[in-house]
């Protein structure tokens, strides 16, 4: 694993998969548990990362064309974790109806039929 070495101002990449990968998520997650936690996090915060890059490795792999990257890099105040493909299609984007499909009921709630 390549995030032992010290973060900086560039990309440490944790892990590469590809859409063969089994169970792309859970090894997604550890690999970010033990990084995260080289760093010295706490373990609240591995898990709240863990969970949220977790979304982001199963959103890439069903929806974008692989190999895929899960990068750290330090900013001054934070670490930040990224998850890309190698795709150089940008994705389609959803179209949405001019009205909302639902009228907002007393507290602004949308009422669902």
């Known amino acids: 694993m390549t995030a032992r070495r010290a ?8 892990w590469r998969w590809t859409s063969c990968t089994p169970n792309a998520p859970a090894q997604a997650r550890a690999a970010l548990r033990c990084a995260l936690d080289q760093l010295g996090f706490d373990g609240e915060v591995i898990s709240d990362a863990v969970l949220a890059v977790s979304e982001f490795v199963t ?34 984007i959803p179209t949405f109806p001019a009205t909302a499909p639902y009228a907002p009921a007393e507290g602004n709630r949308a009422v669902v039929p």
Do not use: F, K, Q, W
Request: proline fraction near 5%; include cysteine.
């Open 7 to 14: 973060l900086g101002a560039t990309s440490c990449v944790v």
């Open 59 to 92: 959103n890439a792999t069903e929806h974008a064309v692989g190999s895929y990257e899960m990068r750290l890099r330090r900013t001054a105040a934070e670490v930040i974790c990224e998850v890309g493909d190698h795709d150089p299609r940008i994705p389609e």
